[in-house]
């Protein structure tokens, strides 16, 4: 029998976990080969998405599958609780704001592969919401959860389809516009992100409310002397879910909203930098030779009324003046 979970305990208890290992090392060295490959070409890599990607994104993995979290979701329910919802939420959010799609060839496979049909269906906003949902709500109402406590493999495939499905939501929001649909602009993506987090509460709501215990034949069947009871276990796993699902729902926010603004202020500048070379004074017509004394001069045009330019130009840079003007 495990000794009572306390908070010493709860910092210092760790269980390697192989898989979860092996995906960390994967992922992290993905990412770093793609950092190293762009930084041989001479483009730069923000260390903010480095950074991003190692300590929210891959750490949270770390946590959740190897920390005391991992040990202790066997005999108690509000641990478990908390491991799914830094796979379902945060882990896929640290994940993105690496934005490791941003290190793929344009032209690669992995590119290819997430930009076709069937990922696109997946990744659409009102889809994938659906799925992450669905997913929470499959996993405590079923036997799905309850298998997982005993079945090892069976484990891995749920902390697998947590992260997946959550990323399928996350990733396009921060990183990728041609995942998603053209409409999807940056203020409709607030509002689906805004929106999603009220979703993301549904599930906290539902366990911490239900009268029906989640996993409750297992945890009977692992009685401890210590702790909360398993009723009380439970209302506190769906009160930690609905908390961390609304703080991780508030960063994420923010975070669409530095996207959009660096979105537009790129787009401000690239349309600077066209106007001014648009505007750019042609260099002065070599003057001509001098007549003979005598010779007819140069025909000069008549006056005449000229339209500017930016009333006949078609290109954004015209539309834009006009808009101005």
């Not at 290190?103 to 889809?127: E, I, K, Q």
């Not at 929001?173 to 689906?192: D, F, S, V, Y």
């Not at 005598?294 to 330019?309: E, N, T």
């Amino acid at each position: 029998m495990l000794p009572e979970l306390t908070l010493s305990r709860g910092f210092s208890t760790w269980e390697a976990d192989p898989v979860a290992l092996a995906a960390i090392a994967l992922l992290g060295g993905l990412y770093a080969a793609g950092v190293v490959r762009r930084r041989r070409a001479g483009l730069g890599w923000p260390v903010a998405r480095i950074a991003a990607f190692a300590v929210l994104g891959l750490g949270v993995l770390a946590v959740a599958t190897m920390s005391s979290l991992a040990v202790y979701d066997r005999v108690l329910f509000w641990p478990a609780a908390v491991q799914n919802i830094l796979l379902d939420l945060l882990a896929p959010l640290g994940l993105a704001l690496g934005d490791p799609l941003g290190l793929a060839a344009p032209d690669g496979p992995l590119h290819r592969a997430m930009t076709s049909r069937p990922v696109r269906v997946l990744t659409f906003p009102l889809v994938s919401s659906l799925m992450v949902l669905v997913s929470e709500l499959t996993i405590y109402f079923t036997p799905y959860f309850a298998t997982s406590l005993g079945n090892y493999p069976v484990r891995q495939l749920m902390h697998a389809q947590l992260l997946l499905t959550g990323s399928l939501f996350v990733l396009p929001m921060l990183t990728r516009q041609e995942m998603l649909p053209r409409w999807c602009n940056h203020p409709i993506r607030a509002a689906l992100v805004f929106f999603d987090g009220l979703f993301d509460s549904v599930p906290g709501i539902v366990v911490m409310t239900s009268g029906t215990l989640v996993a409750g034949h297992w945890y009977a069947a692992h009685p401890r002397t210590w702790g909360p009871s398993v009723q009380e276990d439970q209302m506190l796993g769906g009160g930690l879910m609905l908390t961390l699902a609304e703080l991780v729902a508030m960063p994420f926010l923010i975070a669409v909203f530095i996207e959009w603004w660096r979105a537009d202020r790129d787009r401000t500048a690239a349309l600077d930098a066209r106007l001014d070379e648009e505007l750019t004074p042609a260099p002065a017509p070599a003057a001509a030779p001098a007549a003979p004394a005598g010779a007819p001069g140069p025909a000069v045009p008549a006056p005449g009324l000229v339209r500017p330019w930016w009333e006949t130009d078609e290109g954004e840079v015209g539309q834009r003046m006009r808009h101005t003007r």
